[in-house]
């Protein structure tokens, strides 16, 4: 069954790094996202993202958070300038639909941890 | 604006007894609505979702949810659980239309116990 994947499964990093979190959703899927889960907390909507722009973005999603699709098959999430509270699993997801019904297909998730 | 809540953070059942999850919503306009389990180490994998139609769905594995409108209320049942249940398991609402489509709102999770 096609599913999407994530690299790396764990990342540490210290504060003030930029991390880069890699994603390859299914293949003939053309909508992406991006959520989070702090430890303890829900899981988060971070942004969307079709035809190589974004569609929505949470207020999480401040300047310091880019995603990109850089080839026909990646989706990626960039942290400029990690921080403590950054620590948490990220989830990359993928449709092949663009209605609220749909289903999402998630990824096992990056956990990060920044120190 | 939308959100979730799932009454139950742990739940433990008796393996063959009935699994009751519950998940009521809120949301201003007819809501679309979705269960996702977790099993460790593996990523979010939707067990069953209601968008329109029969409000009783069923799922994978044996799972089912009845939205109740008058209610506000999504319950994820199965009427004997398997040790394979154990997980935790997630509901979340989507109502949104425009660019606003993959905006899921989850609730904060039910770690599901299965005892011999």
């Known amino acids: 069954e096609p599913e999407v994947t994530q690299t790396p499964s764990h990342q540490v990093t210290q504060m003030g790094q930029e991390v880069i979190l890699r994603c390859v959703p299914i293949?003939?899927?053309?909508?992406f996202y991006w959520y989070r889960q702090i430890l303890g907390q829900k899981v988060e909507f971070l942004v969307s993202?079709?035809?190589?722009?974004?569609?929505?973005k949470s207020e999480i999603f401040d300047d310091q958070f880019s995603v990109e699709r850089p080839d026909g098959s990646n989706f990626t999430l960039k942290i400029r300038s990690t921080k403590l509270e950054d620590s948490a699993m990220y989830f990359c997801?993928?449709?092949?639909?663009?209605?609220?019904?749909?289903?999402?297909?998630f990824g096992e998730g990056s956990w990060l941890t920044v120190v | 604006a939308q959100s979730v809540t799932q009454l139950g953070s742990h739940v433990s059942v008796s393996e063959g007894a009935l699994v009751l999850l519950r998940c009521n919503y809120s949301?201003?306009?007819?809501?679309?609505l979705f269960w996702y389990v977790q099993y460790p180490n593996q990523g979010l994998q939707l067990l069953l979702k209601y968008t329109t139609g029969a409000t009783l769905v069923k799922g994978i594995n044996g799972f089912e949810a009845e939205f109740k409108k008058s209610e506000t209320s999504f319950h994820l049942t199965k009427p004997s659980a398997h040790m394979s249940d154990a997980a935790e398991y997630f509901c979340a609402v989507n109502n949104a239309g425009g660019t606003s489509y993959g905006k899921l709102t989850f609730g904060q999770g039910t770690i599901l116990t299965v005892h011999p």
């Open positions: 293949s003939n899927h053309l909508y």
């Open positions: 949301s201003s306009v007819p809501p679309y």
């Open positions: 997801a993928s449709s092949d639909q663009g209605w609220a019904g749909n289903t999402i297909y």
């Open positions: 993202f079709y035809n190589n722009e974004i569609s929505e």
